[in-house]
């Protein structure tokens, strides 16, 4: 079906001011002011009301920490004491069942703050949750979204000189033998592919080389893409330079990942000849704002990383570090922080392209991330009615300036999956309940 997505109230391409059209999920015409498409549509949706961004991609997540936001135990910490003191309470309580409803709440306020396709670092399999990444899948094709299912892991204990519980780590073998299950299922390598597959080691501080090693070598034999955690406190850097003798760049050269098949979250404590060596090799970065602040982990380099050659995208991260699953949040987020950082030349501009072009260089895809002839139609539709944008003069600014947070269309591959700020087919008040209900034993004091 061909869809004329009219008159925008302001659009983030150029020469689509008249809008585009979309068929069979692909944007093929861009429509100039005062146009019209070249050929009949079969349908119209008048976007005057809307400001019409690229579907915003999120590259970094933890959807099962839903169930732990704002925790008693963890509130006011940085990352290692936080971790300690929420590992204990995910080993003895995430199931499959509360896993399903963590991921459909992060889903699905991805997608209503305009997310289209999702990245989740999901690295916690305790005993019974080997299905973990079938769950996500199901999930998503159930909201009609993208995702990168990010086949994570862990396999260093507390005592065997990591940070995780005996109850959340897995053997090499059993995680290398999934990945590949993993990747025979899921790993959709064509244009338009709404599922794709990620190999994901949690972070330096807790599995072996031989995980590491082994992952980018079936990344390598698979296509497919790696990440890991990288840089995100000093502890890390202190950590590495005591076990590995070096630094975390240095470990990341010594076991196969500096490669463009490689996008890290965080990457905030690297020193000016790292900044210049993940450029050369085109190592993307997944710049956390919120969870960063948070846990006072410190700030995403990203201007020199982006001029080093370094894909720059965003993400969420958390959500028992951000506390929520909001990426246009974010993107408000990255422009205030990084004016702070920098100057007040990091634009509004800046920020949307690391949540749409730069998130999609991180994943690996050219089909995603812009308004432009031949991309997927992923698309983010926002109104300028609530309060805070009354007075607002460019409707592009207005929605970093201002604070949009709730998008009132989205459309993914050229279906409609938000109509008036709702998701379609999600029972919003069952949805809360449940997840409500489920995150009660979490608060169980150990």
């Known amino acids: 079906m061909r869809e004329w997505i009219k008159s925008p109230l302001a659009i983030l391409a150029q020469g ?13 015409e861009l429509v100039p002011s005062g146009g019209h498409p070249s050929a009949p549509v079969d349908a119209t949706f008048d976007a005057s009301r809307h400001v019409v961004l690229p579907g915003l ?40 069942h509360n896993f399903r409803l963590a991921t459909r709440l992060a889903l699905t306020e991805l997608l209503m703050s305009g997310c289209t396709c999702v990245s989740d670092h999901q690295y916690f399999f305790p005993p019974g949750l080997e299905s973990a990444m079938d769950i996500q899948a199901e999930e998503a094709a159930a909201l009609g979204m ?4 990010t086949r994570g892991s862990l396999n260093l204990t507390v005592d065997d000189g990591g940070n995780a519980p005996s109850g959340g780590v897995q053997d090499v073998d059993a995680i290398l033998a999934d990945c590949e299950r993993v990747i025979g ?39 497919c893409r790696l990440h890991t955690h990288l840089a995100e406190t000093r502890d890390e850097v202190d950590y590495c330079q005591s076990k590995f003798q070096c630094r975390p760049v240095d470990y990341l050269e010594e076991v196969g990942w500096m490669n463009d098949r490689v996008w890290l979250a965080h990457g905030i404590h690297f020193n000016d000849d790292e900044v210049k060596r993940l450029g050369r090799a085109r ?4 710049h956390c704002p919120t969870s960063n602040m948070v846990l006072a982990s410190g700030q995403c380099r990203t201007r020199e990383l982006e001029a080093a050659g370094s894909p720059v995208g965003l993400g969420v991260d958390g959500s028992a570090s951000n506390d929520n699953s909001n990426l246009m949040e974010g993107v408000r987020h990255a422009m205030m922080i990084n004016r702070l950082t920098y100057d007040a030349t990091v634009t509004h501009f800046d920020a949307l392209r690391w949540a749409t072009e730069g998130s999609a260089k991180c994943l690996g895809r050219d089909d995603i991330g812009a308004i432009a002839l031949g991309k997927q139609a992923d698309l983010a539709f926002f109104t300028l009615d609530e309060l805070r944008f009354s007075g607002a003069g460019d409707p592009l600014a207005a929605l970093v300036l201002c604070g949009a947070h709730s998008a009132d269309r989205v459309m993914v591959k050229g279906a409609w999956r938000v109509v008036d700020a709702l998701p379609v087919g999600v029972d919003l008040a069952r949805l809360r309940r449940e997840h409500g209900e489920a995150a009660k034993a979490f608060l169980e004091i150990l």
């Open 146 to 149: 993208r995702m990168t299912l």
């Open 57 to 96: 991609v999120n590259t970094h997540h933890h959807m099962f920490q839903t169930m732990t936001r704002a925790h008693p135990q963890a509130i006011n910490k940085e990352l290692f004491p936080w971790l300690q003191a929420l590992f204990p309470i995910w080993s003895r309580h995430v199931n499959p």
């Open 185 to 223: 299922l899921y790993h959709d390598r064509s244009p338009g592919a709404m599922t794709q597959v990620a190999l994901a080691p949690c972070a330096p501080f807790n599995v072996t080389k031989r995980l590491m090693v082994e992952s980018a070598a079936l990344a390598q034999k698979h296509d």
């Open 16 to 28: 689509a001011e008249g809008g585009i059209v979309v068929d069979h999920g692909v944007i093929v």
């Open 283 to 286: 190592v993307g970065v997944c």
